[in-house]
Each structure stands twice: as structure tokens, then as C-alpha cells.
DNA sequence: ATAATTAAGGACAAAAATATCCTTTATTTT
DNA sequence: AAAATAAAGGATATTTTTGTCCTTAATTAT
């Protein structure tokens, strides 16, 4: 469905989010190793996610490296798949026509178009918040402790 | 979603089983031109699709060219992923882990599940066929003729 | 100030996807 | 049999995606 580079940006922020606070931040390094993707191309990755005030935020220096601001951790999953410019395939036609529309339906549009809807609804009202919940209730992250 | 490759493969495919018959076959420019795809590149996916015995019925030589029988057309369109080797994208865990399951889900997974399942059931029940019938009560083909 | 740490960024390499061209083979028509 | 037609197949080129490595810049600790 989506790229490697979106998957990766997909599965680093959804990390960042959960083991991360402006208090505590996560190195390239760890990231990495934790969602299983090539370090030097995941930095790439988080370079862009990261670029002019975006959904991660990082600090440079001892101590540093990224996290989510609360404000970002709010934000739709869909900023993620902007950044990485594939947003586009949410709403793209399944066979690829660019003129594919109500109007003029490819042979596949009426099967498809409720799960295209149902794709970009997904990404839409889901936040990067919800799944690191998500996420947290099947395996627990240590971000503030368990009691 | 799907590669262009994919894309032609689906397009071509739905095209000839709209517009072909083992009487009157159809070349590859007239495919080509009417799906809109690079020629030689759709040659060699056509290729693909007719390799021992596949979705896809050729002939060569002077009224030679591509058709689909009639119990090709019966196949299910998630035949013609298969070929391309991209049926796996339906099942796929949309974070791109192999090991998301059930029993270790990604923070995504209970949200696509539903989604995942809608896709593979539509590509797994729809029929070239019936997509090629489809097209054609919106744009009738003149395969067999208007009255 | 200097050294250490960590992300940012540039340059480059490798692999995969997309695309083109030319030759060969099968088939039909003349 | 020869010529013409149309797909099959091989070789190669181009572009995009994925990935690595090294240098630079920012920040902190000594």
C-alpha cells in the first residue's frame, strides 16, 4: 500500500509517540532498532518529518534527539503520510486512471469507492495519539512507568 | 495501491475481456493506446498474463493478438494480482511488519482489519467478468454490436 | 575554550521499477 | 515458398526508490 519510506515514517512516529516527551527523548539510533529499519534512511525519514516546525520535533547535542510535542501527537495520522508526500494514494483510483470519477467511473470505482472512503476516514480522524494508546494497551510502553 | 505495472495489467485485462473474443482478437497497440500505457511495457505484462496457459489467451501471426476465453473471464481479479505478484499488498500489514498477527498486532492493525478484509473479499469475489459488465452498462463496448 | 554528543545535510551507491528497442518465432496470406 | 503480420523474448536504458557514508552544525558537559 504504501512506500518503505512511509511505513518507516509511519512506524518511527507511531514509536517516538509512545516512548518519547520533551523531557525524554529517543536518539536515531534506538528508533532504528526499535521499529527494525535501516538507521542512516530512517534519519532521512525523520529529517523530513522534522523540517519547518513538522510533526516531530528533535534537538541536537547531548541530551538530544526527537519526541512529539502534545500538539503533535494530536495530529491526524494523514500529516504523516502529507509529509512523505503519499497521501495521494488514499483517494487514487484502483487502476490508476487520473480522470477516474463519479462522472466517469473506472470498471472498478463503484466496487471500491466505500473502502477507498473508509481508507481516508482511517487516516483522517485517527491521531498519531490514538495509536500509541492503542498500541500501549497490547504491549505496555514504560513512558511514565507502570504502577 | 498497486504498481503501474499492476495498474496496466488490470486495465489491459478488463479492456480485452470487454472488447476481445477468440473471433476477433485485439493487438497490442489498439490495448496500449486504449488503456493508455507505454506499449512495450504492456507487451511484456501481457506477456506475464498469458505465460503457460494464464489469464490471458494470445495469438500470433496475421489476425492473431489477445482474448480471454470465457472461463478466463469467470476468474476472479485477484488472479491477476497474483500473477504480477502482488496479492500479497491485500493481506499486508499496512505498517509493512511481517510478524503483525492477531496475536501481535501493530498499533494499526484493529483499525485496517475491516478495511483489509473489505479488499481481499472484493478482489477475491469480483470476476474479470463482471467488472467488464459493469464498464459497459456506463460505457456500452460494441463487442457483440448495439441494436 | 575544548571535547563530546547528536541531529542535519550532502554526496554517492545499490537495487528495483519502469520503459524502449531490436531480433526471433509462429502463423497466415499471397 | 515467400512475404507479411503479430506476439515472444532478450538486451539495454532510464528513473525512482532504497540505502550508506561522511562532513557539518548545534548543543551540552568538562
Redesign the pocket.
Known amino acids: 500500500m504504501f512506500?518503505?519510506?512511509t511505513e518507516y515514517a509511519l512506524r518511527a512516529t507511531i514509536y517516538i509517540a509512545r516512548k518519547s516527551s520533551e523531557e525524554h527523548k529517543?536518539?536515531?539510533e534506538e528508533i532504528a532498532k526499535a521499529i527494525n529499519s535501516?538507521?542512516?534512511?530512517t534519519?532521512?525519514i525523520?529529517?523530513k518529518l522534522?523540517?519547518n516546525n513538522g510533526i516531530i520535533s528533535?534537538?541536537?547535542?547531548?541530551?538530544?534527539?526527537?519526541y512529539l510535542s502534545s500538539k503533535a501527537q494530536k495530529r491526524p495520522v494523514r500529516d504523516i503520510l502529507h509529509v512523505m508526500e503519499e497521501d495521494g494514494v488514499l483517494g487514487k483510483c484502483v487502476l490508476g486512471l487520473k480522470k477516474c470519477s463519479e462522472a466517469m467511473p473506472c470498471p472498478m470505482h463503484a466496487e471500491y469507492k466505500g473502502i477507498k472512503q473508509q481508507l481516508i476516514q482511517l487516516f483522517e480522524h485517527t491521531t498519531i495519539q490514538q495509536l500509541a494508546h492503542d498500541a500501549d494497551r497490547i504491549i505496555p510502553s514504560n513512558k511514565q512507568g507502570r504502577h
Open positions: 512506500s518503505k519510506a529517543l536518539g536515531i535501516p538507521k542512516s534512511f534519519a532521512k525523520l529529517q522534522t523540517a528533535s534537538v541536537r547535542g547531548p541530551g538530544g534527539g526527537f
